[in-house]
């Protein structure tokens, strides 16, 4: 019998964990393998949270091995093998970048460093609340006896967003398009890159054929689709959000497609210039819970000059939580 596999959600009661829950608890992740949710939350929303559970419980899913909930992070990360930290501090009005990136360091650092504590020694930390490369960094800081390299923030989201552009554009399946990848941040400055992405085995920019597009839609498109799906809906995307959390752990854990990349954002060793240290979206291979940067791609200055602006926009985030002493 093989052990549930144990997966701390925080902000469990928000938008994000009412698609997310319910996907993990069908399978979305660990397949035929049961879960057991730990569930965080802070205190004011663990009345509505209990009202999830009782969602999840009337679901009667075969998998789901356990539910436990609560608002102290060395309780509910404890064992945990997989952390998808979710909950974060939203900008309020008035609150300046400074006052955001301060909230949510403290989130960060005490999630940090009770995950250090806590987890099991095989743990993976996905980071979705934003700012997720920033935060990741945060987290990742405080918990020095966890290998920098469990920890990833979502740019998956990003990645599905280029896919479906791209399919729409094209009329090809989802299925066909391959080696897509986001660079950099996960914010407006990303680079979805699709000049080494393929569409039915041919080069994508190729059989799109229109710079033009690539430059003035594409790219601005993917990269602003969060705000264009607040304006739409009145809120920010969650279902969607939650779908590429899933895809994410997903694919970590059980290894990515062959002949494909996902996107992910992890610590940076320097490849393709990015500055060592910063959590920074790269194209990477996953296989048995490890993800290596696909090496090699060639970079042209087009690529160049995106790949920077977004990495020096990390840097300067990286700066300010130094000099706020979360780091
Ligand atoms: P939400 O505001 O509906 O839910 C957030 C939840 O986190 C709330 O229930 C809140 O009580 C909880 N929370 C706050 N502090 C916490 C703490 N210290 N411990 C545990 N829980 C805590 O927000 P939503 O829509 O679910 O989004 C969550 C985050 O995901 C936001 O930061 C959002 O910007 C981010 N996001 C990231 C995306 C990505 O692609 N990386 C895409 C969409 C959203």
């Known amino acids: 019998v093989t052990a549930p596999l144990k997966v701390a959600v925080t902000g469990a009661a928000g938008q994000i964990g009412y698609s997310l829950l319910f996907r993990i608890a069908s399978g979305a992740i660990a397949g035929d393998r049961p879960v057991e949710l730990r569930l965080l939350e802070i205190e004011p929303a663990l009345k509505a949270l209990e009202g999830v559970v009782m969602e999840l419980d009337d679901c009667a899913f075969p998998n789901l091995a ?37 909230a949510n360091g403290a989130i960060f650092t005490a999630q940090g460093k009770a995950l250090n504590a806590v987890a099991a020694d095989d743990v993976r930390i996905g980071v979705t609340g934003n700012p997720a490369n920033t935060n990741a960094l945060i987290a990742l800081k405080n918990a020095p006896d ?7 923030a979502l740019t998956r989201l990003d990645h599905n967003r280029a896919i479906s552009q791209l399919a729409a554009k094209t009329g090809a399946a989802v299925t066909d398009i391959k080696k897509v990848t986001i660079w950099g941040n996960h914010s407006a400055t990303q680079y979805p890159d699709l000049f080494h992405a393929e569409i039915g085995g041919k080069n994508a920019a190729e059989v799109v054929g229109d710079q033009a597009w690539v430059e003035d839609y594409f790219i601005p498109t993917v990269a602003k689709r969060g705000a264009a799906i607040i304006d739409a809906r009145g809120s920010s995307s969650a279902a969607s959000a939650a779908s590429a959390t899933c895809d994410a752990a997903r694919d970590w854990l059980n290894g990515s497609p062959a002949g494909d990349w996902v996107s992910m954002a992890v610590v940076s060793d320097g490849s393709y210039g990015v500055p060592e240290g910063l959590v920074s979206s790269f194209p990477v291979t996953t296989s048995g819970g490890n993800w290596e940067i696909v090496q090699g791609l060639e970079i042209d200055d087009f690529s160049r000059a995106r790949i920077d602006a977004s990495t020096a926009e990390l840097a300067e985030e990286r700066d300010a939580v130094t000099e706020l002493g979360l780091i």
């Open 146 to 152: 966890i290998p920098s390299e469990r920890f990833s």
């Open 66 to 102: 356990g539910i436990e909930i609560g608002h102290e992070p060395e309780k509910i990360f404890d064992g945990v093998n997989l952390a998808l930290l979710v909950g974060a501090r939203p900008r309020g009005p008035g609150m300046e970048r400074g006052d955001l990136l301060s």
